[in-house]
């Protein structure tokens, strides 16, 4: 994921408050960085010919057509989905400690993804190199 460099105080603010939710739940350090931070670090580990394209969360359905394709069609994907939410599904009633970090996790997601004054600050990147 990444940031938008230039950001309002106040989304900074509540994407900073999503960023540690994250890192609670994780118990990893967990921030988002710009795309040109991206290709710094990527570059710093050893990367060369960077690119480093940005991508906001998915919205539309052609979008969710690409990405079918990308992980082998439509079946593919819609089976990947299904065992994704089989076993999370398993570990949410299996585990009160899991069904409170997806609760948690919940808390950031919809900072990042679904609010409005902070998601258009967001998005995905893709990142590609030659070692």
């Known amino acids: 994921m990444y940031r938008e460099k230039e950001i309002p105080a106040k989304a900074a603010k509540e994407i900073a408050q999503a960023e540690k939710i994250i890192g609670g739940i994780t118990g990893l350090p967990f921030s988002l960085l710009s795309p040109e931070k991206w290709k710094e670090e990527l570059e710093r580990a050893g990367l060369k010919d960077v690119n480093v394209r940005m991508y906001k969360h998915i919205r539309y359905l052609q979008e969710t057509k690409y990405m079918a394709e990308a992980m082998g069609g439509t079946w593919s994907f819609v089976g990947y989905l299904i065992d994704t939410i089989l076993k999370m599904t398993k570990y949410y009633l299996l585990s009160k400690k899991i069904r409170c970090r997806f609760k948690r996790l ?5 900072i990042l ?3 409005k004054s902070t998601s258009k600050y967001v998005g995905y990147v893709l990142s590609t190199g030659k070692k």
């Open 106 to 110: 919940e808390e950031g997601k919809k």
């Open 113 to 115: 993804l679904r609010k």
